[in-house]
């Protein structure tokens, strides 16, 4: 008796280790300015997915999830998997942790997984896809102050504009970093609706939306900095590409813009 239970044992024991949740990716070292994708798949069906925090990335795409089932002689086979695009928020050395999924009432984890994040990379494109204008010259992050020389407790206000080609569209945008006014008592100004307006910019034409307005009271004398503002930018940009009606097409691309620091005297 005391033999078969250590032959069931076994038994189980291999049931169990057949059983596979793995994460792979597209690759493990890739630019800034490039996507990476992820899969986890699972040769059982399982329950209770939980996808890690992917820090250090933002999630572009997915999730996505597929299953396929065959039978091949007499032997059937299964797949599940969920995928990702990820855009890297940083350089170095990036981890993306476990997942989690349930299968047959025990948990299962995939590995972590590092990867490598270098300064943006020079990808190739499609001629026809190539954008028209530049995204470097199509948009500009600008912090307009009203006064340069306040004395202590004068109110200024601060204004960031953010500035676009009338080429290109804005689909999202995100703060990376946002301004921290020490030496400041700061009062936010609601902006309930973002309005596009026309203006001008080093002497060209743009439009121009206000995305952030602050007033500041200066708690001391001599020389004060603001720090600037980041955002990161999804934009669409048209091509030499046309559709089957002449219209022109657009690709999406992403750019990075930053306010330079403001000094007050």
Partial sequence: MKKYIFLLMISFQGLFAQIQFEAKVSKNTLGLNERLRIDFTMN??????????????????????????????????FNKSYSYFLLPTQKGTLTIRQATVEINGQIYKTNPIKIN????????????????????????????ISKGNPYVNEPITVVYKLFFSYNIGITNWRELNKPKYNDFWSQNIDIKQLVAEEGRYKGEKYRYIVLRKTVLYPQKSGKLEIEPLSLDIDIQVPTNRRNIFGQVQLVEDNKRVSAVAKQLQ
């Fill in 117 to 144: 994040v270098t300064a943006a990379v020079e990808q190739p494109r499609d001629p026809n896809e190539e954008p028209q204008v530049s995204a470097d010259d199509a948009i500009h992050l600008v912090a307009e």
């Fill in 44 to 77: 059982a069906d399982g329950d209770n997915f939980s996808p890690p925090s992917f820090e250090g990335f933002r999630i572009v795409g997915g999730p996505s999830q597929q299953v396929s089932q065959s039978w091949i002689n007499g032997r059937s086979s």
